[in-house]
């Protein structure tokens, strides 16, 4: 039996890092970064104000003081009048300080009425105002040619903010990985059909599929198959147009295992020590012109499938772009107790409530319970040689 850590080591040998390509800043999400993003642009860009108000020599600013008005400085202001001593200019949040300006007094905190009022010529200050204050300087976010997004780094809406504020309106990102998902077994039928003996919905393809995409991959191919070789073989085919397949079902020691049958031999089948998840299979396959396909083998069992799918395929997925695979891991109060069978290390859908976590369902633990499976907000970690969670547990948040 492999641990879950010796497992996941043969499966990230599995990736073969893809290439980029330049696209737009705004497309992209959930692919990574293929180089370091130094800023070309400082961030804030100029020192600028904080506040809706009037810039002014803080030394000048004392409570009650008159100050002169030179002019108006609005946000996109292409030039900003000097202040001299005695004198201040309005200004407007995010406006250039203008020269000689070294603070920012709220119009609050002057005798001027806040809105759209024609430019006074004299303010008077209510309260005095330290060098600096509501000024925001250029670069105190980052300053030219730090290194701000990382090779590796998943791209999303805060990456894509970033980077089109230092200066980027295309980013090298690498391309998708391509993803065929295939369920098996007899049993299964497609979503809302009617169910004869011993028949059940397929829900593995389309549960992978969804978490393909939400890995950043692309999914090229969802089927599900029945437990003859042939079927199974004909689908494999078309799926090592891909970079990655996974399939579900078939891996165990009954007499009808498909996925056994048709790849033994070109895959390893081992037992990983972990609830549920314990039979999988992995490997390469060959593609027609020879190029290596990476295969994963699922237990049939949702929510072995499911947990997997976290454990192995996101890391292996990542790792085609070249991402550090690293897992996040919260430590969080458990608020419901359950059980665990010793020796395997148990990994359990739960909810999060009143800030720690619950079992999804009230029967605890139980690879079929896909039905509530949507409930989960994580997955809670129990070590090996427990028979149930302590006070506090580890759990990887699925969410996102
Ligand atoms: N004698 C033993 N039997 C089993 C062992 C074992 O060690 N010795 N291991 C058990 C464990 S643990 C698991 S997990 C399962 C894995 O079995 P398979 O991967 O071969 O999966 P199947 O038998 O095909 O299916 C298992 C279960 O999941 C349902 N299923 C399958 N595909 C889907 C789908 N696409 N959508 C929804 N549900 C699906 C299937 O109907 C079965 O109920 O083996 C145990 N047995
Ligand atoms: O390991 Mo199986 O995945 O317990 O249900």
Redesign the pocket.
């Known amino acids: 039996m492999l641990s879950v850590e010796e497992y996941l080591e043969r499966v990230l040998a599995l990736a073969t890092v893809l290439p980029a390509e330049d696209v737009s800043v705004s497309e992209g999400a959930g692919r990574v970064l293929a180089e370091d993003l130094a800023a070309r642009f400082a961030v804030p860009p100029f020192d600028n104000s904080a506040m809706d108000g009037f810039a002014v020599r803080a030394a000048d600013a004392a409570a009650g003081a008159r100050l002169r008005v030179v002019g108006d400085v609005p946000a996109g202001a292409s030039s900003a009048p000097e202040v001299g001593a005695g004198e201040c200019a309005r200004i407007m949040t995010g406006a250039p300080m203008p020269p000689g300006a070294d603070a920012v007094v709220p119009v609050e905190l002057t005798d001027q009425p806040m809105g759209d009022v024609p430019l006074p010529q004299w303010v008077v200050a209510r309260e005095a105002v330290a060098a600096g204050r509501h000024v925001r300087r250029r670069g105190e976010d980052v300053a030219v040619g730090d290194a701000v997004l990382r090779a590796g780094s998943v791209w999303g809406p805060e990456a894509t903010g970033a980077a089109s504020s230092i200066g980027y309106a295309t980013v090298p990102l690498r391309r998708r990985v391509r993803v065929a998902v295939l369920?098996?077994?007899d049993?299964?039928m497609a979503p809302g059909e009617a169910l004869g003996f011993g028949q059940?919905?397929?829900?593995?393809?389309y549960?992978l599929a969804g978490l393909v995409a939400r890995f950043g991959g692309e999914v090229l191919l969802r089927r599900?198959v029945g437990d003859d070789p042939d079927e199974f073989r004909a689908a494999l085919d078309e799926a090592l147009a891909a970079d990655v397949v996974v399939t579900?079902?078939?891996?165990?020691?009954?007499a009808f295992?498909v996925?056994r049958q048709v790849v033994e031999g070109d895959i390893d089948f081992v037992?990983v020590a972990m609830?549920?998840?314990?039979?999988q299979a992995s490997g390469l396959l060959r593609a027609p012109d020879g190029r290596p396909v990476a295969f994963l083998?699922?237990?049939?069992?949702?929510v072995?499938?499911w947990v997997s799918a976290w454990l192995f395929l996101r890391p292996l997925l990542r790792a085609f772009g070249g991402a550090e695979g690293q897992t996040e891991l919260l430590t969080l109060p458990v608020r419901q107790l359950w059980r665990k069978a010793p020796g395997r290390r148990q990994y359990i859908p739960v909810r999060i409530v009143d800030g720690g976590v619950a079992p999804s369902h009230a029967r605890g633990s139980g690879?079929?319970l896909?039905a509530s499976l949507h409930l989960a907000d994580g997955i809670a970690v129990v070590p090996e040689d427990l028979d149930a969670p302590g006070e506090t547990v580890e759990v990887l948040l699925t969410r996102s």
């Not at 579900?248 to 009954?254: I, L």
């Not at 609830?275 to 039979?279: E, F, N, Y």
């Not at 083998?297 to 949702?302: R, T």
Request: proline share 13%.
């Open positions: 369920a098996t077994g049993e299964l059940i919905p397929d829900s593995n393809s549960l599900a579900t079902g078939g891996v165990s020691v009954g295992e996925v037992k609830q549920p998840g314990k039979p083998g699922f237990p049939g069992n949702p072995s499938a690879s079929h896909v």
